[in-house]
Nanobody, 118 residues
Framework: QVPLAESGGGSVLPGGSLRLSCTAY???????????MAWYRQAPGKQRELVAE???????NYVDSVKGRFSISRDNGKKKVFLQMNNLKPEDTAVYYC?????????WGQGTQVTVSS
């Protein structure tokens, strides 16, 4: 497993923005480029769901509910993946988890809370 450290969560008003960051701080730089990275979220009483993913070829995929509002990106030189979240809605409230996969090896971050409320 590769330790993942998330940051950037917090509380915002509806319509606000947040940027989540995840660092694979112990990954070998040349290996990190081969990782598929993703953000998942889990709201209270609900199953964890995939929010957005970006593979080693920078191909992205989003769950329908965030298309046009969220953007996933990565900086391989810094071993980071980002989730830019705009026009946040109360239903986006959840714990957001960073996920990494390389071959059969998968890793999860500890999660960061995002709360959208007026």
């Amino acid at each position: 497993q590769v330790p993942l450290a998330e940051s950037g969560g917090g509380s915002v008003l509806p319509g606000g923005s947040l940027r989540l960051s995840c660092t694979a701080y112990r990954a070998i730089l040349s290996t990190y480029r081969t990782y598929d990275m993703a953000w998942y979220r889990q709201a209270p009483g609900k199953q964890r769901e995939l929010v957005a993913e970006i593979n080693s070829d920078f191909i992205t995929n989003y769950v329908d509910s965030v298309k046009g509002r969220f953007s996933i990106s990565r900086d391989n030189g810094k071993k980071k993946v980002f989730l830019q979240m705009n026009n946040l809605k109360p239903e986006d409230t959840a714990v957001y988890y960073c996920f990494a996969r390389t071959g059969q090896i998968t890793s999860w971050g500890q999660g960061t809370q995002v709360t959208v409320s007026s």
